[in-house]
T-cell receptor, first 116, second 115 residues
Framework: GAVVSQHPSWVICKSGTSVKIECRSL??????MFWYRQFPKQSLMLMAT?????????EQGVEKDKFLINHASLTLSTLTVTSAHPEDSSFYIC????????????FGPGTRLTVT | AQTVTQSQPEMSVQEAETVTLSCTYD???????LFWYKQPPSRQMILVIR??????QNATENRFSVNFQKAAKSFSLKISDSQLGDAAMYFC????????????FGKGMKLTVNP
């Protein structure tokens, strides 16, 4: 199957700082990527849909000024958590949509963010 | 509203036995795809099996098969000859074709495989 990478896999940052997470589709071009957040023992919660060359579409309740998403190329989307607080600590997962029939989503390995 | 319901939060199975994970969903769309994803302790999401709603034949992938009942909006996963490596969280999901193309996930079910 296709490969999606995320970097970093684990990051600790201090409260008030910003942290950027990268998501790359390594062997296909992805017009659309998705960012999820997952709390322990829970399902994936979609935060936003990232579209190459246009603004991201955020799900209801997700602060777009806190979670900045940039999809600058067909293989890279970034999520920046701005002015991070301890409550932003979570597991963040990205996925890339391979545009075929049926559509296929490939998931990155996730990034564990800890805000101290 | 589009929803996925996994009513059993946890299940266990003996190694080499068979287990069935249940899933029901709700959508008003007629064209969609159903998935089972596995999330082992590494937390990497892995696609287990996929079913196209327009296909009557149930999908199979080695030890994994589904029972797709479109009228009942039911999509269960059967794991045969369970192995220790099957222990994971399992998520049922679907995506509509021509809609938002966002995966709709269930809450997940934790499967334990006992040796």
């Amino acid at each position: 199957g296709a490969v999606v990478s995320q970097h970093p896999s684990w990051v600790i940052c201090k409260s008030g700082t910003s942290v950027k997470i990268e998501c790359r589709s390594l062997d296909f071009q992805a017009t659309t990527m998705f960012w999820y957040r997952q709390f322990p023992k829970q399902s994936l919660m979609l935060m936003a849909t990232s579209n190459e060359g246009s603004k991201a579409t955020y799900e209801q309740g997700v602060e777009k000024d806190k979670f900045l998403i940039n999809h600058a190329s067909l293989t890279l989307s970034t999520l920046t958590v701005t002015s991070a607080h301890p409550e932003d600590s979570s597991f963040y997962i990205c996925s890339a949509l391979r545009d075929r029939t049926p559509p296929e989503q490939y998931f990155g390995p996730g990034t564990r963010l800890t805000v101290t | 509203a589009q929803t996925v319901t996994q009513s059993q939060p946890e299940m266990s199975v003996q190694e080499a036995e068979t287990v069935t994970l249940s899933c029901t969903y709700d959508t008003s769309e007629s064209d969609y795809y159903l998935f089972w994803y596995k999330q082992p302790p590494s937390r990497q999401m892995i696609l287990v099996i996929r079913q196209e709603a327009y296909k009557q034949q149930n999908a199979t992938e080695n030890r994994f098969s589904v029972n797709f009942q479109k009228a009942a909006k039911s999509f269960s996963l059967k794991i045969s000859d369970s192995q220790l490596g099957d222990a994971a969280m399992y998520f049922c999901a679907f995506i509509t074709q021509g809609g938002s193309e966002k995966l709709v996930f269930g809450k997940g079910m934790k499967l334990t495989v006992n040796p």
